[in-house]
């Protein structure tokens, strides 16, 4: 059974960092693109981050650029989302999923299945 499992969210101040974990069981994480997203209450689920299977290619929303950082580590079956300089509206529980067959590397949730439970992220002072 594919099964992703994110850890590393927490509370934190505005312009702290954090990182979260993506790690995968059941399955081979590098078969797979891996994506970020995050959804607060009452909102919609948006895309964050997507790194390919190998890690040569990376995109990120336009929000979180040159904040975020997206890396795995295949031997570890692992996809980090390195969260620097995180703003209160950072604010959501972020979840990884793992890129359906058939689809380029993007960020857009319907492409995405295998679904975390998701990890709080919470900035506030």
């Known amino acids: 059974q594919l099964q992703l499992v994110e850890s590393g969210g927490g509370l934190v101040q505005p312009g702290g960092s954090l990182r979260l974990s993506c790690r995968a069981s059941?399955?081979?994480?590098?078969?797979?693109?891996i994506g970020w997203f995050r959804q607060a209450p009452g909102k919609e689920r948006e895309g964050v981050s997507s790194i390919s299977r190998r890690g040569g290619s990376t995109k990120y929303t336009k929000s979180v650029r040159g904040r975020f950082t997206i890396s795995r580590d295949n031997a570890e079956n692992t996809v980090y989302l390195q969260m620097n300089s995180l703003k209160p509206e950072d604010t959501d529980i972020y979840y990884c999923?793992?890129?359906?067959?058939?689809?380029?590397?993007?960020?857009?949730?319907?492409?995405?299945?295998?679904w975390g439970q998701g990890t709080q992220v919470t900035v506030s002072s």
């Open positions: 059941g399955f081979t994480l590098d078969d797979y693109n």
């Open positions: 999923a793992a890129g359906l067959p058939g689809f380029g590397l993007d960020l857009d949730v319907g492409h995405f299945g295998a």
